[in-house]
């Protein structure tokens, strides 16, 4: 019986990927809240959307770019599955080309993104945390003798770290590639060839 | 190119080209749409005309309105301060602190007030009642350095209070009503 190889990272990858992704609608990557849930901003890559008063809304340029990345997602989990199944294969190399890098830059540029967002606020005068609680102070109130403060909380959620997650296994299964995909030996070349010859006494 | 790879390009170029292609189609008639959704836009021109329930809640979100005059008893120093809010809401709001200082016509500070912790459920009517004492020797002092009259202009001062983790700091509410002084 002839033994089929998989790429167990590249699988792993796979439903990593699709885990994050499914987490991901529930929990977002990174969420930000003004005082008791008065204002809130759940950041992701997946499904972003504001909260204030209790009410959320979404933009629908920002829905339409968590759709490109919901529908991106599927593709390279579904795909880094078929690769893991068929590393041998002749047209493997696309497939895992097309799965392992996407993970990694949607998590780079989310972090990217959002440390930007987070330096431009900090330019303004709002100091808010990346991870934590802090009290911001709205810039300009204290002029016109009004101070308006609130405690600011940020924190990055599950979906986040099994982004990184999934994005490492990618990498991983790429390195891990070569390994698999290295043509095998078979028992026939393997064996040292017998001298035959007859022995002259 | 393989057909493999081919594939692959033509599924990334779907995936990036049909939710783009698809969100200006919907908002074809409306471009600013696409970053202005309408809750955005009815907050920003200040009127509840964005047709959802959010626009109208903000909308009718009025500042607390004074009911009643304010009451003074001079023989006890009590004050209270009676007005009505009413939470347009879906949420419940709480107020989990708010005290401010009495001060007279000229700055002279005559006692304190504050109300209790409050929630109010969402589209409820409630009175809040700020109650304090205020030092009925320094209202009847003030009070005669002003000819004796029988009515004493108060502002609030350092006005405080705390709205859903929201702490908001007034340095001066003037002119909030008057007392009678004796």
């Known amino acids: 019986m002839m033994n089929r190889r998989i790429n167990w990272l590249g699988l ?4 990593t990927t699709l885990i994050m992704l499914a987490v991901s609608f529930y929990l977002p990557w990174w969420q930000l809240t003004i005082g008791e849930n008065l204002f809130k901003i759940n950041a992701s890559p997946v499904y972003t959307n504001f909260g204030l008063f209790g009410a959320q809304f979404t933009i629908p340029l920002i829905w339409a770019l968590n759709l490109i990345t919901i529908l991106t997602f599927t593709a390279c989990g579904v795909v880094m599955l078929l690769y893991s199944l068929l590393p041998t294969e002749p047209y493997a190399k696309e497939l895992l080309g097309f799965s392992y890098r996407k993970p990694l830059y949607t998590v780079v540029s989310f972090a990217v993104v959002l440390i930007i967002i987070i330096l431009v606020a900090g330019h303004f005068g709002l100091n808010i945390p990346l991870m934590g609680s802090a009290t911001v102070t709205l810039p300009g109130t204290s002029s016109m003798g009004v101070t308006i403060s609130a405690l600011v909380s940020g924190n990055f959620q599950l979906s986040f770290w099994l982004a990184i997650i999934a994005a490492a296994l990618c990498i991983a299964a790429r390195l891990y590639h070569s390994h698999v995909a ?16 007859p022995i002259n006494a | ?22 969100l200006l189609y919907v908002y074809r008639d409306n471009v600013v749409g696409i970053v202005l959704p309408p809750q955005v836009k009815s907050l920003l021109s200040g009127n ?3 047709g959802s329930q959010f626009s109208q809640d903000l909308s009718n979100f009025n500042s607390p309105q004074s009911g009643e005059q304010l009451q003074y008893n001079p023989d006890t120093g009590a004050i209270s301060y009676p007005f009505n809010f009413t939470n347009p809401l879906t949420t419940q709001i709480s107020f989990d602190q708010m005290s401010a ?12 007030v504050s109300i209790p912790a409050t929630t109010i459920a969402p589209g409820a009517n409630v009175i809040i009642n700020a109650t304090g004492n205020l030092n009925e020797n320094t209202v009847s002092q003030l009070a005669a350095q002003n000819s004796g009259a029988s009515k004493l202009n108060i502002s609030l001062e350092n006005v405080n209070f705390d709205v859903g983790g929201v702490k908001v700091h007034i340095n001066q509410i003037s002119n909030v009503g008057s007392i009678p002084t004796g």
């Open chain 2, 1 to 22: 190119m393989n057909k493999v790879k081919f594939a692959l390009t033509l599924l990334s170029i779907a995936i990036i080209v049909g939710p783009i292609a698809g």
């Open chain 2, 48 to 50: 509840g005309s964005g």
């Open chain 2, 101 to 112: 200082e009495v001060v007279g016509g000229n700055g002279v500070p005559l006692g304190n």
């Open chain 1, 12 to 15: 792993a990858a796979g439903i």
């Open chain 1, 182 to 197: 290295k043509p095998s030996i078979t028992p026939e070349t393997a064996v040292t060839p017998v001298n035959t010859a």
